[in-house]
């Protein structure tokens, strides 16, 4: 142990012996780079962070079974720099738990068996069932600096299978929550075959594809991180006391992501995992998206496993009003086991919605088979103030070939144009004859012209205010009618719309100024995939504020509610955590208080709303004023709310965040938020949002 590392604990106060000099040097060191703005470490005083050092890295190094069975794992626990941690919290602050897992993959199967189980008892005392799961209780014996040794409490049969794949697992915490810098946690696996050899693991998925939405996994109170530990406990040999269900990872995972669209929910039925009910989980991209989870360019160990591998477990947990004993909906064809599933659903068929795997998991409005839409925006003539702009834009297919903006004349198809402005904050514009907010909508496959090579121009009939100044903007939605399979039993009638595109133009010849970028579509995409909202017409958030500006507002009378863009994805996202908050979100008939947020706590449940950066780009979150204008919200606790505090009030809805926030808004002078909030106060947003 290094003199500069030498800690001395009297109760909970903590004397640190170091060496003055490099201490001065600590404490005038720049911040360091392993954290990022989402850890409270990031905002605290350096020496606290010097002296703490905190995080949790776990590492096994190596792991071996005797011939009596008996098993050891040899393992390290650093912070992220990779100085050793005392276990007990005494040379290094803040004690570590640790827990192991142990589990093989028996010869012909694929996925784990624990040597480690436990009985578990419904709470009527009517139903036992097995469990596996892991053990803390071994010996642990310290071989160097935050390395150890720990000896299993359960010994393996003497019989096992030495030729066999198996994982050896950790996991746990690092407790700091007395320094307010919370716990810290990790796990980590090792595949080994214990008479030599190399192993054979499970991986059909890797934790980067469920980190796309869930930010980071980390149930059961937040240490189990990742999908290779998970699937040690989650396997067919354990299930749940009070519903005898399995939780086997397949199955478990498929219906929780099913919610609502499970067959059974849909009956009246619901899925529940001990007192959690999933029945109301709405998943935010189209289940049949399967590769979306199954994400081969994560590289997984068997990334087609899914694809080429059906079972009766895994297709049936969301196909659960399917009976394979007796056939029903099934074709009346009784499966007694997984032998033959192969041979009906092969990978890939001949047709889109057809028995295969892939096949019938198309979704109809990204069929192969339609021939596209795809729509640029070239420039803009004629957009100066009181004057009626051009759009010269291209209209073709994926293929290339001109579209005739006719054809887009009759329901569903359509093509139209939208006009905006000025970027500086979208609703101020007062469009002749309309009564939309800031906006103008103007149908045009009537009157666009085009030439033989798909280039056209639409002329707009409603001119640019002439009082107008600055940048405007103009967006495009265009969408087709799609049959597919046309004729046949199966024929699916759809629609698909063009990707929006965006153009800005000067209405007063000053430079163009685009719209001020506070999100990426690209990140909504991390869940939702592919975002497209209003049959399938807009699906670009730089489009999408274009209407949803700080003056519109959806419904009237008592059932009226703020639709500007960051309430209403605010309090959309907020979901479950507005309604424990007593409030609610509700437009039209959707009602938006049960979605539950992807993301996961710090104690390992979905809901976590404090990361966004997910959806943020460039520390958005933190830089005011989020707008000019003030937003209409109808049925608030006040009808026309400042703008940054319409943002933030759609999830700190209480009545006291409300009072703090109206008491830091002067009528004269507008709102103080960035005093305290902005990035670099005190408690600036990202602070006050970090783990």
Same mark, same amino acid.
């Given at each position: ?60 190094? &190596? ?20 100085? %050793?941690?005392?276990?007990? =919290? ?29 009985? *578990? ?80 693991? *499970? ?61 059974? #929910?849909?009956?009246? =039925?619901?899925?529940?995992? =001990? ?126 070939? +001109?579209?005739? +903006? ?15 402005? +000025? ?10 004859? #309309? ?44 969408? *087709? ?24 133009? &000067? ?8 719209? *001020? ?89 979905? =809901? ?18 989020? %707008? ?64």
């Amino acid at each position: 142990m290094r003199i500069s590392d030498c800690r001395v604990w009297v109760g909970r106060g903590v004397i640190a012996l170091a060496v003055i000099a490099g201490a001065a040097v600590l404490s005038s060191a720049t911040k360091k780079t392993v954290f990022t703005p989402r850890d409270k470490a990031y905002y605290a005083d350096q020496n606290t962070i010097s002296f703490v050092r905190p995080g949790l890295t776990m590492k096994i190094v &190596s792991t071996k079974i005797a011939a009596d069975g008996t098993v050891t794992v040899d393992y390290k626990l650093t912070d992220p720099k990779g100085l %050793g941690l005392d276990r007990l =919290g005494i040379q290094t602050p803040g004690s570590v738990a640790v827990s192991f897992l142990l589990t093989y993959i028996a010869k012909g199967d694929t996925q784990y068996t624990s040597y480690i189980t436990r009985q *578990r008892t419904s709470t009527d005392g009517k139903n036992t069932v097995t469990q596996a799961t892991g053990e803390n209780n071994g010996t642990q014996t310290q071989i160097a600096e935050g390395e150890y040794l720990y000896t299993f409490s359960n010994k393996v049969p003497k019989t096992f299978d030495a030729t066999a794949s198996h994982r050896v697992g950790i996991y746990g915490s690092r407790n700091l929550s007395e320094f307010d810098l919370g716990t810290n946690y990790d796990d980590d696996i090792l595949d080994f075959v214990p008479a030599g050899g190399t192993p054979a693991p *499970r991986e059909v998925i890797k934790t980067e594809s469920c980190n796309k939405c869930h930010d980071s996994l980390g149930f059961h109170g937040g240490s189990r991180r990742s999908l290779g530990l998970c699937i040690m406990c989650h396997q067919p040999q354990t299930k749940e006391p009070n519903g005898n269900q399995t939780v086997d990872m397949k199955v478990m995972t498929h219906k929780i992501h099913m919610g609502e669209e499970l067959p059974s #929910v849909k009956a009246g =039925g619901k899925y529940a995992i =001990g007192s959690t009910d999933w029945s109301t989980v709405a998943l935010p991209s189209d289940p049949r998206r399967c590769a979306e989870c199954h994400d081969a360019s994560n590289k997984p160990l068997q990334p087609e496993a899914w694809n080429t591998n059906p079972s009766r477990a895994a297709c049936g947990s969301c196909h659960d009003d399917v009976n394979f004993a007796t056939g029903q909906n099934h074709l009346n064809l009784p499966q007694v086991d997984d032998k033959q599933c192969a041979g009906c659903h092969i990978p890939q068929g001949e047709l889109e919605l057809d028995a295969s795997i892939k096949g019938a998991h198309v979704v109809p409005e990204e069929s192969a088979t339609a021939p596209g839409i795809v729509i640029n925006l070239l420039k803009v003539d004629n957009g100066g103030a009181g004057k009626f702009p051009t759009i010269n834009f291209t209209l073709k297919d994926k293929a290339g070939k +001109p579209i005739d +903006p006719a054809s887009l004349a009759v329901t569903p198809n359509k093509i139209s144009f939208v006009m905006t402005g +000025p970027t500086t904050d979208y609703g101020a514009a007062v469009f002749t004859g #309309v009564t939309s907010p800031g906006y103008v909508s103007e149908n045009a496959p009537t009157t666009a012209k085009c030439g033989q090579d798909g280039t056209c121009t639409y002329t707009f009939t409603h001119n640019v205010p002439a009082s107008a100044t600055g940048t405007f903007a103009i967006g495009v939605e265009a969408r *087709r009618a799609l049959v597919v399979l046309p004729g046949t039993v199966k024929e699916v009638s759809t629609r698909y719309g063009v990707d929006n595109k965006v153009i800005y133009f &000067s209405v007063d010849g000053s430079p163009v100024v685009k719209r *001020r970028q506070i999100v990426d579509t690209a990140k909504c995409n991390q869940c939702h995939v592919r975002l497209s909202l209003h049959g399938e017409n807009r699906n670009n958030t730089e489009y999408c504020v274009f209407c949803h500006n700080p003056n519109l507002v959806a419904g009237s009378g008592t059932a009226a509610v703020p639709v500007n863009f960051s309430y209403m994805v605010h309090s959309i996202h907020f979901g479950e955590n507005m309604t424990a908050d007593g409030g609610s979100y509700k437009i039209g008939s959707t009602e938006f208080a049960e979605v539950r947020y992807p993301a996961m706590t710090a104690g390992g449940r979905p =809901g976590d709303t404090t990361n966004c950066a997910m959806c943020h780009v460039n520390g958005s979150e933190g830089v005011f004023p989020v %707008g000019l204008l003030a937003v209409k919200t109808p049925n608030r606790l006040s009808d026309v709310t400042p703008a940054t505090v319409a943002a933030c009030s759609a999830c700190h809805i209480t009545r006291s965040a409300m009072a703090h926030m109206s008491a830091q808004t002067d009528p004269k002078y507008g709102e103080s938020c960035s005093s305290c909030h902005d990035v670099s106060g005190q408690f600036s947003v990202q602070k006050e949002h970090a783990k």
